[in-house]
């Protein structure tokens, strides 16, 4: 697939200036420079052109913001000026499996200011004898050299530093607006515990006038138990009291 084609896809319905990471790897270029990109790209931090049979960077538009260029896998030999003057803040050059050959091309990127990760791997320079000493010395700002630094120490993954950074960023916004969540979230749970509180206390207090309720009842039940019964002795009373009499009235009767 030709360059232009692959990177009119790679926009997805995005103008150039929305771009921020741009891959497009394994496409052809089919005079050897860079085509189909101009400097609407002016928000691209991250492009990646490996294996598109590039032999110039000289059609590079500026690209004020790019951090990190894939060029690996080309037929770049020179011509490195122009990173410097297009790319001016790259942090991570790629240019391995290049026809890279000679320290001297090197020295063009002297002036590329926030440099700190070189690849050269699969170059012919780094056959040179003392190319890592060399290197080192010709470019002092640059920390990792094919993933290494002057100690040996290998270079932390670019990528997870990122997500790193990405996450310490949300992080520590969200941290005081979770404090302030957590307060508000701890007022409604107080809120909503003195509702639970004073419903409950309410339904103490009407299960409480229920149970004199029942008191008062059974109190009243009582008390008309006792009068029927002190009714029952009245009458019974009378009964006694008529008994004798009807009595005297059969003897009368009898006379």
């Known amino acids: 697939m030709e360059m232009k084609k692959r990177i009119s896809l790679e926009l997805r319905n995005r103008t150039p200036d929305e771009v921020a990471e741009l891959v497009v790897d394994n496409c052809r270029s089919s005079d050897g420079e860079v085509e189909g990109m101009t400097e609407d790209f002016k928000e691209l931090e991250f492009l990646s052109m490996v294996n598109v049979g590039l032999t110039s960077l000289a059609k590079l538009p500026s690209l004020p913001k790019l951090r990190k260029l894939e060029l690996s896998d080309n037929n770049i030999s020179g ?3 122009t990173l410097s003057d297009k790319c001016p803040n790259l942090t991570y050059l790629n240019l391995s499996g290049n026809k890279i050959k000679e ?5 063009a990127l002297q002036n590329l200011k926030s440099l700190k990760s070189l690849d050269l791997f699969n170059c012919e320079i780094t ?6 000493e060399s290197v080192f010395e010709l470019l002092p700002r640059v920390t990792y050299l094919d ?50 509180g004073l419903s409950y ?20 039940e009582d008390e008309e138990g006792e009068g029927e019964d002190e009714e029952e002795e009245g009458v019974r009373g ?18």
Do not use: W
């Open 147 to 196: 993933g290494f630094d002057q100690e040996d120490n290998e270079a932390p993954d670019s990528e997870a530093d990122d997500e790193e950074d990405e996450d310490g960023e949300e992080g520590s916004g969200p941290t005081g607006e979770y404090n302030e969540e957590d307060e508000e979230e701890d007022e409604e749970d107080g809120s909503e515990g003195g509702e639970v």
């Open 79 to 81: 011509g490195l000026e």
């Open 103 to 107: 320290l001297s091309t090197l020295e």
């Open 238 to 255: 009378e009964k006694r009291k008529r008994d004798p009499e009807d009595d005297g009235e059969d003897d009368d009767d009898e006379d």
């Open 201 to 220: 206390l309410m339904k103490e207090g009407i299960q409480d006038e229920e149970d004199d309720d029942d008191y008062v009842e059974e109190e009243e």
């Open 127 to 132: 056959t040179l004898e003392e190319y890592r």
